[in-house]
Nanobody, 123 residues
Framework: VQLQASGGGLVQSGGSLRLSCAAS????????IGWFRQAPGKEREGVSY????????YYADSVKGRFTISRDNAKNTVYLQMDSLKPEDTAVYYC?????????????????WGQGTLVTVSS
């Protein structure tokens, strides 16, 4: 396993969770890292990314002001702090190495993906 996503769970609306994306066998420092989510019956969407060079961050409008992405290079881990959670945030969350510029980020077949962690927000 190259990336390990964890930290999901069941939380009430308005609550918080912190997701972690830990890397094994390679160093996250050199990669832009993105978080994606996929809700049941919906397409996968990009949530946030953090760049490798200067830790520049970007957030989708749906999570802006509520989610915070950060990285701890000493722990080889990227975090997604999720506050003020809403039922519509319910999804499986994935982290991946990405290529990011401006408001766009994407993956290629060469990128690494975590296995996903389920976040369920009850109303």
């Amino acid at each position: 396993v190259q990336l390990q996503a964890s930290g999901g769970g069941l939380v009430q609306s308005g609550g918080s969770l912190r997701l972690s994306c830990a890397a094994s066998e390679f160093t996250l420092d050199y990669h832009d890292i993105g978080w994606f989510r996929q809700a049941p019956g919906k397409e996968r969407e990009g949530v946030s990314y953090i760049s490798s060079k200067d830790s520049r961050t970007y957030y989708a409008d749906s999570v802006k002001g509520r989610f915070t992405i950060s990285r701890d290079n000493a722990k080889n881990t990227v975090y997604l702090q999720m506050d003020s959670l809403k039922p519509e945030d319910t999804a499986v969350y994935y982290c991946a190495t990405v290529t990011a510029y401006g408001s766009s980020w994407y993956t290629t077949p060469l990128d690494y993906w975590g296995q996903g962690t389920l976040v369920t927000v009850s109303s």
